[in-house]
Structure formats: C-alpha cells, structure tokens
C-alpha cells in the first residue's frame, strides 16, 4: 500500500482557482464559452483551467479576471481564501 501524499502547494493552489473561477462564472450566469472567448482562448484551454487540471501563466489569469469582471485582488483574496 502506498503512504497517503498531500496535494503539492501549486497543485493546491490550482483546485482554489479553479473552485473560484467557477463560482464566479456561475454567479454572473456565464458559460465556459463565453469566459474562454472573452479571455482569448479556446474553451477547452478555460475547461482545464476551471478543472485545475493546469496551472494557468499569469497573463492567463489576468485575461480570466477581466473576462469575469473581477479584479486580481479580488480574485487573489478569493483564492487565497479558498486555499485556507
């Protein structure tokens, strides 16, 4: 049987992200298409990073922001409260 190893910090740091970009999106009524679009990128790029299946650059996650009409700060404090 194999030990029980804890999520990496970054791995953590990504589900966060991803929960709150999700809230986000459902709170303004949005799809993932149309945040993907108005992020500039595909929406299967939006879905993996909704997933917290990759760890977005910070250009990225600055287009998502803006997307969602939330601010970094914002959206850092979210995360950051996510993790915790």
Known sequence: MF????????AKADQALAAVLRSLRED???????VAFNAGLT????????HGHTSPEWATVRRVAQALDVG?????QAVEDAEG
């Open 72 to 76: 970094l700060v914002e959206l850092a």
């Open 43 to 50: 929406t299967r790029s939006y879905q993996k990073i909704e």
């Open 28 to 34: 303004r009524e949005a799809t993932q298409e149309e």
């Open 3 to 10: 030990p029980c190893v804890p999520p990496s910090p970054s």
